[in-house]
């Protein structure tokens, strides 16, 4: 398609959305209940390796202050400069849709004092977030992410860990052999402004042979020259003065330490020089998880320090660790690598009846069954009871329980396997612990929220 008929394809896309039957904006998604069976499943998975290893749950707002974002994560990123959303409100105040959960994070650690507490505070999050960017598979403008953060230690050990659980999450989800760490270290910042002035020197007089974006980049923010995708760019950044020369030798010390962390406990990963992230936040260590097949492209989630961006935001002097994984991008790995969930949807058992007085019946057994965890519907329509029973089956239930005037005034009702087609009589006060033999008890949904013991 040339790029005439693209826009105008593009157009009409926009067009057709802006007019009943509406559409999601473009970028965005719904997330249908065949999904949420994954995200429930990813959110249980995290939910359990973060309170393993200590830490809390936290939600900041859907949107911050415009400044909370531009000064944790660099004016001249790309998020900042291109993907954020960021409107005024009716007091021309300007706020933006997290593009990310860290600034926020941050924000809150230190407008809560948490500075006071014991230290390291440990938090995670799952949280939609937004960014204007190009919309493709794996890459949308409202997206899902979890995240674990560790505030107020600065030990490689630490670094390690949240490796490690970001590790066992991917296990967990049965993603285990599909990645590898990529893993770097970019000093602090004072020694990298060294190495920037380097980069800056060796990419003088080669501008010609950069991408538009990279040449706006040499002038912004030359470090992310390094980590461009676009083939020519690479070959330079190939060439380029290595990092690693220039940063200080703590830095360095430190990534060693965290290196044979890592050996010990059996995690392997790919030292590499080029990964450099594209926030300005970091520090120190940084990582990703890339998939061996794609690469850099669609990494399933990264990471790395932040030890300087409490007090670059107003906090005390607090070193920082952490990682964020994409929901959306394991979901489709999931899918690709075929991995089951467990499904809680699923119905036991459809409820028909005919007449007034069968319903008034049913409508307080359906009550009883589901609180004895025999998940059930019914009482829904007025149509005959075949009618019924091919709902029943549509809803691919394994039993229907059927009332009519008869079974109302003897006190009985009739069960029926819908697989097997046949039927039994049962009387009305023992139906609940029959339906749950026959559902077994390990099946039953008998959660209930104020289960609990102190
Ligand atoms: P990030 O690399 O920008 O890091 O995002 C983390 C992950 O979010 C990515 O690896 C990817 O899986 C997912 N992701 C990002 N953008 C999109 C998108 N447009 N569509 C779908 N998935 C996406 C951060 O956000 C840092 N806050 C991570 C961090 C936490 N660093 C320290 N602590």
Redesign the pocket.
Known sequence: MDEKNFQNAQDQSVVERLKPPFQTVK?VHDILPSDHEYFTYIKKVVRHRARQAGFKRISTPMFEFSDVFIRSLGEETD?VSK?MYTFNDKKGRSLTLK?????GLVRSYIQHNMSQLAQPVMLYYIEP?F?Y?RPQA????Q???F???ILGECDPALDAQVIQIAKKINEDLGLGGLFTIQLNTIGTPESRAKYLEVLKDFYAGKERSLCENCKYRLEKNVLRLLDCKEEDCQILAKMAPAMSDYIDKESLEFHEELKSYLDELGIEYVDNPKII???D??SRTVF??WDKNKGAQ?????????DGLVKLMGGPETP???????????IANMKREKVRVPSKDELHIFVAQLGKEAKKKCLVLIEELREAGLKTMGAVGKASINVQLRMADKFKVPYAIIIGLTEVREGNVIVRDMQKGVQEKVPLNKVISHMQDLIGDENLDKYSPTDFVY
């Open positions: 970028g998020i993907e593009p990310e959960g860290t600034a977030h960014r960017d794996g890459r949308y403008r997206f899902w992410q995240g674990f953060e992230r594209g926030l936040y970091y990703e998880f669609n990494a399933i989630g990264g990471g790395g320090r932040f920082a660790i952490g990682y964020a994984g994409g929901i959306e991008r394991l």
